[in-house]
């Protein structure tokens, strides 16, 4: 068994609300890992309508990595959504003309870069995730949650603002994770080890420990 498909749209039979995502993306500045999932209670093209205010002319990214996992209602906002804060007014004078075209002569709106998701990573149902925010490998980011800041790896965030619930193991054990990088597996390996990555840490360490050359 090589397992499934990642360029399969709909990997469950019958089913066509939940779809491997990089296979229905369109945007050019999305980018979407291999076996990431979107599950949408009604249409898996309401993704795409859920990335914000994401216009070609400001070029941020979202860059999602490879097996997460991405809940009905899951919004993203991008940079386009941003306007002025340290000035008089954040009002955008500028796009509506007619004697106000020069608001912006000097100045530019801000922007946080792209926003990345990393592996593993597992987003609740209608959490909303601000622009410019950095998810690190196998969060957790709870039902409802807004993220404001980066998510460290490994750690379970809820509430608006989203903080820090907890750690998913311990640091030594983190540090384990993020060095085999399991998600960059041939798919062969991985298929091969699939129970153990359901199962718990010190097991998958004593099979690669068995493993070693």
């Known amino acids: 068994m090589q397992g499934p498909n990642p360029s399969t749209i709909f990997p469950l039979v019958h089913y066509d ?22 599950d949408d209670f009604e249409d898996v093209a309401n993704f795409e309508k859920n990335v914000k205010y994401h216009f070609d002319f ?22 386009g959504a941003n306007h ?14 007619d004697g106000w075209e020069e608001a912006m002569v000097g ?13 593993d990573v597992w987003i609740g149902y209608d959490a909303t995730i601000m622009p410019g925010v950095k998810i690190g490998d196998g969060a957790i980011i709870a039902t409802k949650a807004v993220v404001t800041k980066d ?5 379970i965030v809820g509430g608006n603002p989203a903080k820090e619930i907890k750690k998913r193991f311990s640091q030594e054990e983190i540090d384990f994770l993020l060095d085999i990088q399991w998600w960059d597996w041939p798919v062969e390996k991985i298929t091969k080890h699939i129970r153990l990555l359901t199962g718990n ?13």
Do not use: W
């Open 17 to 38: 609300r939940l779809c491997f995502l990089k296979n229905i993306i369109n945007h050019p500045n999305i980018q979407i890992g291999d076996y990431t999932y979107y």
């Open 58 to 79: 400001i070029g941020d990214q979202l860059i999602i990595g490879k097996f997460c996992m991405i809940a009905s209602g899951v919004t993203f906002i991008m940079n």
């Open 84 to 97: 002025l804060h340290e000035s008089v007014s954040s009002y955008p004078f500028a796009i509506f003309g």
């Open 107 to 119: 100045k530019s709106y801000p922007t946080k870069g792209n926003t990345t998701i990393g592996n």
């Open 151 to 155: 998510v460290a790896p490994y750690s």
């Open 201 to 213: 840490i010190q097991e998958l360490r004593r099979q690669l420990n068995k493993e070693l050359p």
